[in-house]
Nanobody
Framework: QGQLVESGGGLVQTGGSLRLSCAAS????????MGWFRQAPGKEREFVAT????????YYADSVKGRFTISRDNAKNTVYLQMNSLKPEDTAVYYC??????????????WGRGTQVTVSS
């Protein structure tokens, strides 16, 4: 069984940057694709980015492509989301996810509890 713990969220001004981290426990981390999803108030949880087990492939939502970068360090059981050029519409709770290399919530096996990101205008 796995556990995911996010950190690095906070309040930032438009155009600023944040780096989210997700520490994973359990023996399955290196065998699982990882991803980030987000949920804004009143909206459904949506896909942000995903990375394969080896880290060789990544995929992004169109809304964050070119601004966000997902990466992982299997030696540290940690996945990261570097967020640059942040916009107010990026404001949401960001969730770390473990499962398949997919954009679908139904392919996620484990979820973290989330970390709040707020971008002020």
């Amino acid at each position: 069984q796995g556990q995911l713990v996010e950190s690095g969220g906070g309040l930032v001004q438009t155009g600023g940057s944040l780096r989210l981290s997700c520490a994973a426990s359990g023996r399955t981390f290196s065998r699982a694709a990882m991803g980030w999803f987000r949920q804004a108030p009143g909206k459904e949880r949506e896909f942000v980015a995903t990375i394969t087990r080896s880290g060789s492939s990544t995929y992004y939502a169109d809304s964050v492509k070119g601004r966000f970068t997902i990466s992982r360090d299997n030696a540290k059981n940690t996945v990261y989301l570097q967020m640059n050029s942040l916009k107010p519409e990026d404001t949401a709770v960001y969730y770390c996810a473990s499962g398949s290399y997919s954009t679908s919530r139904s392919d996620i096996e484990y979820w973290g509890r989330g970390t709040q990101v707020t971008v002020s205008s």
